[in-house]
């Protein structure tokens, strides 16, 4: 399995404009994890879905953020209009949600909005 | 918000040390989680002790879990250079949810 496959790998936009990051999960997992990484606030959990189902989306921090799981291998998170502060590194994750083993992280998209 | 607070926030051995990092946390949880994150790559899943564990071992890794103090710690032996990373806790809160919450962390570095 190639893991949890995320892309763009890095991500530089404008203030304003639309950004939509991608994840593809594991084969097989049914729970998928958007978390969004910075120094000052550390890991944040977005959003995350069971069997294609938003489940939890109590950390968005604003409607300027949706996220979507259209199938089991597809996900994408996007922001729109895009601010600076909204800068930092965006992780997908992926779990079995009936035999919990622990997360599989994409290696992540670093978004820089200027 | 963040459940855990790991200790030291940073960390700075030599090789062959042992390495202790200690994670706390605040509400009651399922099972905990500790996960290694090298510079500018993903985290990665080391091991996971469920709430009625105390312990468990996994290779040079030895976690403890204190549901009373509502604590956690990861023990690393014989430290390698490779273990160079950052460390976190991560509890999954008790109820029916999969989320995780992450701690904030704990830079190790091993010096050759």
């Known amino acids: 399995d190639a893991g949890v496959i995320q892309s763009p790998r890095h991500e530089v936009t404008e203030m304003g404009q639309e950004v939509t990051l991608r994840c593809k999960p594991i084969?097989?997992?049914?729970?998928l994890f958007w978390y969004r990484q910075t120094m000052m606030r550390g890991l944040e959990l977005l959003i995350y879905?069971?069997?294609?189902?938003?489940?939890?989306d109590s950390g968005m921090p604003e409607d300027r953020f949706s996220a979507k799981m259209p199938n089991a291998s597809f996900s994408t998170l996007k922001i729109q209009p895009s601010e600076p502060r909204d800068s930092a590194v965006y992780f997908c994750?992926?779990?079995?949600?009936?035999?919990?083993?622990?997360?599989?992280f994409g290696s992540g998209t670093r978004l820089t909005v200027v | 918000s963040q459940q855990g607070e790991e200790d030291p926030q940073a960390l700075s051995i030599q090789e062959g040390e042992n390495a202790t990092m200690n994670c706390s946390y605040k509400?009651?949880?399922?099972?905990l989680q500790w996960y290694r994150q090298n510079s500018g790559r993903g985290l990665v899943h080391l091991i996971l002790?469920?709430?009625?564990?105390r312990e468990k071992h996994s290779g040079r890794l030895r976690v403890t879990l204190d549901t009373s103090k509502k604590s956690s710690s990861l023990l690393i032996t014989a430290s390698r250079a490779a273990d160079t990373a950052s460390y976190f806790c991560?509890?999954?809160?008790?109820?029916?949810?999969?989320?995780?919450?992450f701690g904030t962390g704990t830079l190790l570095a091993v010096q050759p």
């Open positions: 994750a992926s779990s079995s949600a009936s035999a919990p083993k622990g997360y599989t």
């Open positions: 991560a509890t999954a809160p008790g109820g029916a949810t999969n989320k995780l919450i």
């Open positions: 509400t009651s949880i399922n099972n």
């Open positions: 084969s097989g997992h049914n729970s």
């Open positions: 879905f069971n069997n294609n189902v938003p489940i939890d």
């Open positions: 002790i469920r709430s009625n564990e």
